[in-house]
């Protein structure tokens, strides 16, 4: 469904996304994760025709977007894009009619108790769903969420995610940001970006799988941490103990002149970020 | 030596923002403190820092607390360095002293290489550990981070949590807050909260333990007992009984923290 290919964007010299490619098919929901200034805004404004590729593509079912009839797609932005002064079935209604369908109804999306009320005096879970709601008004086939649960406590998160899903089974490519282990792991695959480049994708335990932390369980001396990051580690105080990323045991070792203490674990998922980002 | 809060209430008009919340805060530990928006967090972090009147309990802290509120307190027209140096002006720190301790916060912070760029420059990580290295510049006993990781990305955050634990090494007592549960599973002891109750407290394996009930996962939703995690749904059994087309399976804090969210939405 969205097909992004050799997609390009430079200002002047510098270039925000370099070269990426990745898919998302229908009923799949793919994460874009990548620190910040790894090129994600970009992308994703690419994808919702907001910005011009310098070079490469975006295809929404086998057209360029430019060409892409804009009901097709459903947004959500961080800043969730809702009037705060109007009330939620205003906020609906003001979607709809824009989109020029029918005013879907608020007691099926279980927010019908709340549809009198001004979205600026409601909690932020619950903004979010209405901006779920909104998104979806036009029943879009691809669906850009923007870290959509920022702020929402676990079992509020965890009920957004069952809408993500439910909008998924129904056919619609989802591309999600977020920076949260937790929100990956949702996810039927993730792209990583660093520096504008895609720097793998896969599924979570794909991307940990690959990757091995250095734990020490003593402290290391701070000559020590010099050396171990002259020799390209990201070296990470721990509660307890130390983690190395970027080295093996037997390197870390060396350079502690001990193995001691020192083992190998499997990574966190930030870890393997941090070994693909740097 | 132990700080935080006993059966602390805290009302404004009529709305009551914590209701009987406890934090036990100890040199070198980590406290953190989860919920979603409105439950609490910040007010918990600004009682036991003394910036909110309670109605019922009782905070101690010891003399030498620091406070980052959300917005991590840099200010945007001075430097990296100038911050620094603004807050070690104002604890009267000694000038030779303040000089060492300062360039030994730029170095383990990664802040170094930018220590002359204005605050309003830096990248959201760089200001969040700015902002963490302002409140220990001064060595307290207590710190105090009102979510110090939120919009920072995965790099930025770990360094960040790096340099957290650095300074519960170093022996300061610590109560942080975040909306993640999984960021909430480093530390020592963990409060839920939401709406201004405790879901849960303790530490990460005494809630674990405490969960009612049993957990299962299955392939499907299978009532209001259940929730979506992962690739898979939750089902929790709040008597323990089994359930038909479900696999038992151990829970974690983010599933306890559901379930007594779930419980209370459902009583």
């Known amino acids: 469904m969205i097909d992004a290919s050799g997609l390009t964007k430079r200002f002047g010299d510098v270039p925000a996304v370099d070269n990426l490619t990745f898919t998302v098919g229908p009923g799949e929901i793919v ?3 990548g620190a910040n200034g790894a090129g994600k805004t970009t992308t994703m404004k690419m994808l919702l025709g907001l910005l011009a590729p310098t070079s490469g593509q975006v295809r929404i079912g086998g057209r360029a977007v430019r060409d892409v009839d804009r009901r097709v797609i459903g947004y959500v932005p961080q800043g969730l894009g809702l009037y705060r002064d109007l009330t939620v079935a205003e906020n609906l209604e003001f979607a709809a009619r824009a989109f020029g369908v029918e005013v879907p109804s608020l007691e099926e999306a279980g927010l019908g108790a709340i549809s009198d009320r001004r979205v600026g005096q409601i909690s932020l879970g619950l903004r979010r769903r209405v901006a779920f709601v909104v998104a979806e008004c036009h029943d879009p086939s691809v669906l850009v969420l923007d870290e959509p649960t920022s702020g929402v406590g676990p079992l509020g998160r965890a009920r957004l995610w069952e809408t993500i899903h439910e909008t998924a089974d129904r056919g619609a490519a ?21 520096l504008g480049r895609g720097v793998m994708s896969g599924t979570v335990s794909e991307v940990v799988e690959r990757f091995t932390t250095v734990s020490v369980a003593s402290p290391i001396a701070d000559d020590d941490v010099v050396r171990l990051r002259q020799e390209g580690a990201t070296v990470l105080v721990a509660h307890p103990g130390w983690r190395i990323v970027g080295l093996d045991a037997e390197e870390v070792s060396r350079i502690l002149g001990s193995s ?3 083992s190998e674990s499997p990574s966190s998922f930030e870890e393997a970020f941090v070994a693909l980002s740097t | 030596m132990s700080w935080g809060a006993d059966r602390v209430t805290v009302v404004f008009g009529e709305t009551t923002a914590l209701q009987e919340v406890s934090v036990d805060l100890r040199r070198g530990q980590i406290a953190m403190v989860v919920g979603g928006d409105g439950a609490g967090k910040t ?7 003394g910036l909110e009147n309670v109605s019922g309990g009782v905070v101690s802290r010891p003399p030498r607390t620091c406070f980052q509120p959300e917005t991590s307190g840099v200010w945007a027209d001075l430097t990296v360095l100038e911050n620094l140096q603004f807050v070690a002006g104002g604890y009267h720190l000694a000038l030779d002293h303040s000089r060492a301790r300062i360039d030994e916060l730029l170095e383990v912070t990664g802040l170094a290489p930018a220590r002359d760029r204005l605050g309003r420059q830096l990248s959201g990580g760089m200001r969040q550990k700015l902002g963490v290295a302002m409140a220990v510049l001064s060595e307290p006993d207590l710190l105090v981070l009102d979510e110090p990781t939120t919009g920072l990305d995965p790099v930025s955050r770990l360094e960040l949590w790096s340099f957290i634990n650095r300074s519960a090494q170093e022996g300061r007592a610590l109560l942080i807050s975040t909306t993640y549960v999984d960021e909430a599973e480093r530390g020592d002891i963990v409060v839920a909260l939401d709406e201004g109750r405790v879901l849960a407290s303790g530490s990460v394996e005494s809630i674990v333990d405490s969960m009612p009930g049993r957990l299962f996962t299955a392939s499907e939703s299978l ?11 939750r089902v929790w059994s709040p008597d323990g009984a089994d359930v038909p087309r479900a696999s038992p399976t151990e829970p974690d804090l983010a599933d306890v923290v559901t379930v007594a969210a779930l419980s209370r939405e459902m009583s």
């Not at chain 1, 920076?179 to 039927?188: K, L, N, T, V, W």
């Not at chain 2, 007010?43 to 820092?49: G, N």
């Not at chain 2, 009532?223 to 749904?233: C, F, K």
Request: proline share 0%; charged share 20%; aromatic share 4%.
């Open chain 1, 174 to 194: 989802v591309l999600v940001s977020t920076h949260h282990m937790d929100e990956a792991g949702e996810c039927d695959r993730v792209v990583l970006m660093a």
């Open chain 2, 223 to 233: 009532g209001e007992t259940s929730w979506h995690r992962g690739q898979a749904w």
């Open chain 1, 260 to 262: 001691s203490d020192v």
């Open chain 2, 43 to 49: 007010t918990l972090c600004r009682t036991v820092v």
């Open chain 1, 31 to 33: 994460g874009l994760l």
